[in-house]
């Protein structure tokens, strides 16, 4: 069976020779940040976004933006072949020894340039951001209009950042016609999407059906609200962000069994008792909404990592990369402060670390019963709340995920290709695939034995970042980053 190649490009075959070339004799690595007409990425083990094994070695060629072709290098493709290709390339990642994937994308991602009022620079975040592998984010929420022009700029290749989609926050309309005219007003500033939170069931049902009609998809942040995971299936919701709505649909008395003197607005009493939800719904009813909504085609986005530290507060609070990384206008909204959303530990107690502890037992089963009824899983990490920096919550969230019992394989899957799904970006975005846009990642040694070689250096494997194209050396983003915590703690203390 001869292979096709559909590149462009001549080739020069020169049998043997180029073997003992390998490609790489005079080729050069790529400059960080610049793109070239022609990357070759040389003999990459790959595990694309669709669930399928790792496979290789194979050279992965991208031309501009795209990915132009991959070429299997086993023994038997080349035999087929009758011998390998000399490939021209303007530069050359040698990948031999390293796992080659698509891009990560951060499903549950907030654009912040500030926190709890002080101003902190969006390159910290962008920058993060692409040394963790991530090439595409879902803004779920933020200054929509900065979002927006960020979107463009990363998309015309100006600022180093991930693509960037929109779904700007809908806020809480009064009347029915209220929220069909946001809706509209929102398509026309060009959104994606749109995020909910915190909405009443007549104007989530009007905002629902004129998103439909206009083509915008909607996250859904429930809270503990009128509404819930029935109110998905029923209005078309494309995605369930964190959990609650779907627990809350399954309480026999529809109604948690909350203290009398608790209070929603309290986010301390709100966190210590969201501990106590999943316990409270009922096995066979959960397995009905968690089937409904798979007939339903409701994605959930678990966002696992962001309430890790209910469960575990002195692992949140030591992690490694807290000493030189964490921004101190971070390390400041993390403190437990009534008035930061999320910053809620205050007196918090090893009863309810342990109350979380079962939280998450049950929450991490429903996932996975989810997925084995057919459901689409995907991953966003929510960070810059709750002790999570950006971009290694979603490492973080692929650790949980393995911890929940997913194969890795399905866990960057998760991560890419069900993302892309989510996205409804499949066709271009989360494959290592020939016409696939070139959002890609090189990590030095093989994450399906270990998901933590996705964080970024110095602690993980993270090399190369290529998005859109363009080559991200991980170590100089790292140091970047670095070096701009370093100079804000000498401005602040
Ligand atoms: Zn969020």
């Not at 986010?267 to 339903?296: C, I, N």
């Not at 002195?314 to 990369?321: C, E, F, L, M, T």
């Not at 933590?452 to 859109?468: A, Q, S």
Request: glycine share 8%; net charge negative; charged share 25%.
């Amino acid at each position: 069976m001869a292979r096709s190649y559909n590149s462009p490009m001549p080739r020069t075959v020169s049998l043997a020779l180029a073997a003992l070339l390998a490609t790489s004799a005079f080729a050069q690595p790529p400059v960080s940040g610049r793109r070239v007409r022609r990357l070759l990425i040389h003999n990459a083990i790959v595990v694309d976004g669709n669930g399928t094994p790792a496979a290789g070695p194979k050279d992965i060629i991208v031309e501009n933006n795209r990915i132009a072709d991959v070429i299997a290098l086993d023994p038997v493709a080349v035999a087929r072949a009758g011998g390998r290709q000399q490939i021209q390339a303007d530069a050359v990642i040698d990948a031999t020894g390293k796992y080659v994937l698509p891009g990560l994308i951060d499903a549950h991602a907030h654009l912040q340039e500030e926190r709890g009022g002080r101003p902190q620079p969006i390159e910290y975040e962008l920058n993060i951001w692409l040394a963790c592998g991530i090439t595409t984010v879902r803004d779920v929420g933020s200054d929509t209009k900065r979002a927006l022009e960020l979107r463009r700029m990363s998309a015309e290749g100006q600022i180093a950042a991930p693509r960037i989609f929109v779904y700007p926050m809908f806020g809480r309309p009064k009347t029915v016609q209220e929220a069909r005219a946001h809706v509209r007003e929102l398509k026309q500033m060009g959104a994606d999407g749109i995020k909910i939170l915190g909405i009443d069931r007549d104007t989530m049902q009007a905002m629902e059906a004129e998103a439909h009609e206009l083509g915008l998809r909607i996250a859904h942040h429930a809270g503990v609200e009128e509404t819930n995971a029935w109110d998905d299936i029923r209005f078309g919701t494309t995605s369930i962000e964190h959990w609650y709505g779907i627990p809350d649909a399954a309480i026999p008395d529809g109604v948690q069994h909350f203290p009398s003197s608790y209070n929603y607005n309290d986010e301390t009493d709100r966190f210590r008792y969201a501990g106590h939800l999943w316990r409270e719904a009922d096995p066979e009813r959960l397995s009905k909404v968690l089937q409904a909504m798979v007939d339903a085609h409701v994605a959930w986005d678990p966002t696992l990592d962001i309430y890790e530290a209910s469960r575990d507060l002195q692992r949140a609070q030591n992690q490694p990369w807290f000493r030189d990384y964490l921004h101190p206008v971070l390390e400041e909204y993390f403190r437990p402060n009534r008035a930061n959303h999320g910053s809620y530990f205050l007196n918090w107690t090893s009863t309810d670390e342990s109350f979380w502890k079962e939280n998450y037992r049950i929450w991490m089963a429903a996932v996975r019963e989810f997925d084995r009824r057919g459901g689409l899983i995907g991953m966003g990490d929510d960070a810059g709340f709750i002790y999570q920096i950006y971009g290694f919550g979603l490492i973080r969230g692929m650790e949980l995920h393995q911890e929940a019992g997913f194969h890795p394989i399905k866990i960057i899957q998760q991560a890419t290709g069900n993302n892309a799904r989510i996205l409804g970006q499949e066709e271009r975005l989360g494959r290592v695939r020939a016409g696939w846009t070139a959002d890609l990642i090189v990590v030095n040694g093989n994450p399906l034995e270990n998901l933590k070689l996705l964080y970024p250096p110095p602690f993980g494997g993270v090399e190369w970042t290529i998005k859109d194209g363009i080559p991200y050396h991980a170590p100089e983003l790292m140091a970047k980053v670095k070096k701009m915590v370093a100079d804000a703690r000498g401005a602040t203390r």
